[in-house]
């Protein structure tokens, strides 16, 4: 049972280096979840009526991570500066390896602190209350996340509305 060419409304594609490809496709009566590795595919049909159309929003800042790396980074330009200075003598070459070592460690934190910091749009089931699938906020754009996340969200309230589903997962 193929859907129609009429049914497919909207499509969001996210991709990233490195993470699966998400491909969200809104449907007539349904969500259309497709997850792509370089191995392996699965797809799967969410019915709106399962889906709760008050969508939470999690932000995450690799703050951590960003101190870290800032505090390596001047230890590295402290220790740069105390091996120029005359105290140091014969130890020189050590106060550069220790600033060399610290200056790559605090990169490798401020490049783990910007993959941390992310933005996600989560969509929780109605009879669980369990997150169902989430969108990362930057994928494509946000622009065209947040209005995806619009025309689902209407999508939804007018499948509920339909089945008269309407406020009574609280209960």
Same mark, same amino acid.
């Given at each position: 049972?193929?859907?129609?060419?009429?049914?497919?409304?909207? =499509?969001?594609?996210?991709?990233?280096?490195?993470?699966?490809?998400?491909?969200?496709?809104?449907? %007539?009566?349904?969500?259309?979840?497709?997850?792509?590795?370089?191995?392996?595919? !699965?797809?799967?049909?969410?019915?709106?009526? &399962?889906?709760?159309?008050?969508?939470?929003? !999690?932000?995450?800042?690799?703050?951590?991570?960003?101190? #870290?790396? /800032?505090?390596? #980074? /001047? @230890?590295?330009?402290?220790?740069?500066?105390?091996?120029?200075?005359?105290?140091?003598? %014969? &130890?020189?070459?050590?106060?550069?390896?220790?600033? *060399?070592?610290?200056?790559?460690?605090? @990169?490798?934190?401020? /490049?783990?602190? =910007?993959?941390?910091?992310?933005?996600?749009?989560? *969509?929780?089931?109605?009879?669980?209350?369990?997150? @169902? *699938? !989430?969108?990362?906020?930057?994928?494509?754009?946000?622009? !065209?996340?947040?209005? *995806?996340?619009?025309? @689902?969200?209407?999508? #939804?309230?007018?499948?509920?509305?339909?089945?008269?589903?309407?406020?009574?997962?609280? %209960?």
């Amino acid at each position: 049972m193929y859907p129609s060419p009429k049914s497919l409304l909207m =499509k969001l594609i996210q991709k990233a280096p490195f993470l699966p490809t998400f491909e969200f496709t809104v449907r %007539d009566h349904s969500l259309h979840v497709k997850r792509s590795t370089r191995t392996a595919s !699965h797809s799967v049909e969410v019915p709106f009526a &399962d889906i709760n159309p008050l969508a939470a929003e !999690h932000q995450n800042r690799g703050l951590g991570w960003y101190v #870290i790396g /800032a505090a390596l #980074i /001047a @230890l590295g330009f402290g220790l740069l500066g105390l091996s120029y200075a005359v105290v140091a003598g %014969d &130890d020189s070459m050590g106060l550069w390896f220790g600033a *060399f070592l610290a200056e790559i460690t605090g @990169l490798v934190c401020l /490049a783990e602190a =910007k993959k941390e910091t992310f933005s996600h749009i989560v *969509f929780n089931s109605i009879s669980t209350g369990r997150a @169902l *699938f !989430h969108f990362h906020e930057t994928l494509p754009t946000p622009v !065209h996340v947040r209005e *995806f996340v619009e025309i @689902l969200k209407e999508k #939804i309230e007018a499948e509920t509305d339909e089945l008269g589903y309407r406020d009574h997962w609280r %209960d």
